[in-house]
C-alpha cells in the first residue's frame, strides 16, 4: 500500500513538472481565481479570488448544503495583503497577511447551531502553469476567535488554525 502510494504522488508530480514545462508561455497573473478554500471542516466551500487590485486580493467562501432534515450553509469572507511577490519563468509566489470572518448555519433535525468567527493569519500562495492554466496552491495559519450558539448554551471559540486551498486562474 505504502508503495502504492509513493508511486502514485511520484506519478502525479512527474505529470504536473511536464505539464508545468511544456506551458512555460502561459501568463500567471489572471484576475479571477475559482477553486476550494477551507481552514476546517465548518469553515470551507468554493471560493472566489479578485487579485485585479494587486498587491491587495478579496476573497469570498462558501457552500449551501441542504438535505432531508439537515442543511449547512456557511460564508466567509477575507481581504489580504501581500507583503512580497515573486515571478519568476515557471512560477509566481506570494506571501501575505489576510484578514478573515466567516458564518456558519447548521441544523440537524431539531438541533441548531450558528458560528461567528474571525481571525488574522500569515500564508504563501504558487501559482504555476498546469497545462496552460494558471493553478495556485496555498496555505495559511492563523489566529481565530469567534462564538458558537445553539439551542442550550453559547461559548466563545479562540484558537489557531490551518487553511490551505486550490484555485485555477482565468
Excluded at 484578514?99 to 461567528?116: N, P, V
Amino acid at each position: 500500500m505504502k508503495r502504492l502510494t509513493f508511486c502514485l504522488i511520484c506519478l502525479f508530480f512527474g505529470i504536473t513538472v511536464s505539464l508545468s514545462a511544456q506551458a512555460q508561455g502561459t501568463d500567471l497573473t489572471k484576475n479571477f481565481g475559482i477553486g476550494l478554500q477551507g481552514a476546517t471542516p465548518v469553515f470551507g466551500g468554493i471560493s472566489f479570488r479578485y487579485t485585479g487590485l494587486a498587491p491587495v486580493y478579496l476573497q469570498t467562501v462558501g457552500r449551501f448544503i441542504l438535505s432531508d432534515e439537515n442543511s449547512d450553509h456557511m460564508l466567509g469572507v477575507g481581504i489580504s495583503y501581500a507583503i512580497f511577490e515573486h515571478q519568476s519563468r515557471w512560477n509566481l509566489s506570494r506571501l501575505y497577511f489576510t484578514l478573515e470572518g466567516a458564518w456558519q448555519y447548521e441544523k440537524q433535525k431539531d438541533f441548531l447551531t450558528t458560528r461567528l468567527g474571525g481571525g488574522i493569519a500569515f500564508g504563501g500562495e504558487i501559482v504555476f502553469s498546469l497545462g496552460g492554466i494558471p493553478l495556485g496552491l496555498n496555505m495559511e495559519v492563523g489566529q481565530g476567535f469567534g462564538r458558537e450558539k445553539d439551542d442550550f448554551q453559547s461559548k466563545g471559540l479562540a484558537g489557531v488554525y490551518v487553511g490551505t486551498g486550490i484555485h485555477a486562474y482565468f
